[in-house]
């Protein structure tokens, strides 16, 4: 700013007894602020519509927005204006893995993924309701942990993981080869879900008894569900959930929000950009990753 009015910058800064110097300084100065202040706005939109993110999502989701601003300025802003999430854990058992049924090893752990329909995880929970207690299960696509089938119930018998089951082949139509990984529960240890799986040539893993992390993918959507849905709203009965959980799960988690374990990429865009591959690349066998102990089998050097 040269002039204002008919005063010249020389004038002015003569008038008020400043150099130009600190006349261009608290310019920039007061720039700075405005563009902080807007940025605040757009961290505080951002955040408040994705509660649970942390600073390094709420900084993604900015440069999605043609903001490149730097994740330690988010963290600081944040921190200022009292944004960051704060965690809270529950545990409700709804796995009883004391049964007679057939139980399988997991298989899960060790899979290389290559691509979506190689490894399904399934998982149940609950809800509690302000009316009743329902439980939800789910299926999901290990690779681009896309949930691509769900059920609502009153009931933990097995034809509410099947239901969920179901939804998922009905979208995915998978090959043989599929493998297959929940807990113990009886649910998916019965005669009609294993059969089911049989059919479609899946091979069956499960998690070992008392050990949630292994099928920490689904466990870690359950708690996403929890925190960014259910926690938020007083739901009275399973009727009232059935829609909203859909437009979570459907619209919300596939579509929009963003996963770290994705390059910052929805599930539903990291198929996507899965699909753009060659048709050569299109579906590869999932791989083992077994460690070798050189030491009990070196290389052969000779012979």
């Avoid at 979506?116 to 942990?145: G, K, P």
């Amino acid at each position: 700013m040269e002039s204002q009015g008919e005063l010249s910058l020389d004038r002015m800064c003569g008038l008020t007894q400043i150099s130009r110097a600190s006349w261009y300084r608290q310019c920039e100065e007061h720039a700075s602020r405005e563009l902080d202040q807007e940025l605040r706005d757009l961290i505080q939109r951002t955040a408040l519509q994705h509660r649970h993110y942390g600073y390094r999502k709420v900084t993604r989701s900015l440069h999605r927005q043609g903001r490149p601003v730097n994740a330690k300025k988010v963290l600081r802003l944040m921190q200022e204006d009292n944004l960051l999430a704060q965690r809270k854990r529950k545990f409700v058992a709804t796995t009883d893995s004391e049964h007679d049924f057939l139980v399988y090893p997991n298989l899960a752990k060790n899979l290389v993924l290559r691509d979506v329909n190689q490894l399904w995880v399934a998982d149940i929970t609950y809800v509690r309701l302000q009316e009743e207690f329902v439980y939800l299960a789910v299926v999901l696509d290990a690779y681009s942990r896309r949930v691509i089938g769900w059920a609502l119930d009153r009931s933990l018998e097995a034809r509410l993981a099947l239901a969920a089951l179901e939804g998922a082949i009905a979208a995915r139509h998978p090959r043989p080869g599929l493998v297959h990984h929940s807990d113990r529960g009886m649910q998916y240890a019965s005669n009609v879900y294993v059969k089911r799986l049989e059919g479609l040539g899946a091979t069956l893993s499960m998690s070992r008894a008392g050990r949630p992390w292994e099928n920490g993918k689904c466990e870690r959507f359950m708690r996403t569900l929890k925190q960014e849905e259910l926690d938020a709203r007083p739901y009275r009965n399973l009727e009232e959930l059935q829609h909203n959980v859909e437009e979570f799960i459907e619209t919300i988690y596939n579509r929009e929000r963003l996963h770290a374990a994705l390059d910052y990429l929805s599930p539903v865009e990291f198929e996507e950009q899965q699909a753009k591959r060659p048709e050569s690349e299109r579906w590869i066998p999932a791989g083992l990753s077994l460690r070798r102990h050189e030491e009990i089998y070196p290389d052969a050097s000779g012979d």
